[in-house]
């Protein structure tokens, strides 16, 4: 009676083993950049829905206006508070803001006169967000 495994079984269990890892790595790696982004869209689309608010308020003072920058009514500071900033995100100038997405940088721009804050299209990845 056998009570261990014989190095040949050894050999072919370590070599089957390998070859599973071989292409479960790589989909991880995927998984997670997909993760990054769908954290980024949702991100934006916060963003966007914060301007909406503060244009509506606007509306109910009868002073229909725009944020002139999201740091005046504290927009990006509120869903990206600087200490605990989602990765990639960085502040660019007054309306310019950059999100750092696996090894892409996208540019968004807020614009005060009619509220969009928009991915510049200098990138691919930005059609995902517009």
Not at 6 to 14: D, R
Not at 66 to 87: H, M, R, V
Request: charged fraction near 25%; charge should be neutral; proline fraction near 5%.
């Amino acid at each position: 009676m056998r009570k261990a495994f014989s190095l040949t079984e050894l050999v072919f269990a370590i070599i089957i083993l390998a070859i599973l890892a071989a292409f479960a790595i790589p989909r991880l790696n995927f998984g997670k950049e997909n993760a990054e982004l769908a954290q980024a869209k949702m991100l934006v689309q916060e963003i966007r829905a914060s301007i909406s608010s503060k244009y509506n308020q606007s509306i109910l003072t009868s002073i229909p206006a725009y944020p002139n920058t999201l740091d005046d009514t504290g927009i990006f500071d509120k869903i990206l508070p600087l200490k605990t900033k989602p990765k990639g995100w960085e502040k660019e100038s007054e309306n310019k803001y950059e999100l750092k997405i696996d090894s892409q940088i996208l540019h968004f721009t807020y614009d005060p006169k009619n509220g969009e804050f928009e991915c510049d299209f200098s990138n691919k990845l930005c059609e995902q967000f517009n």
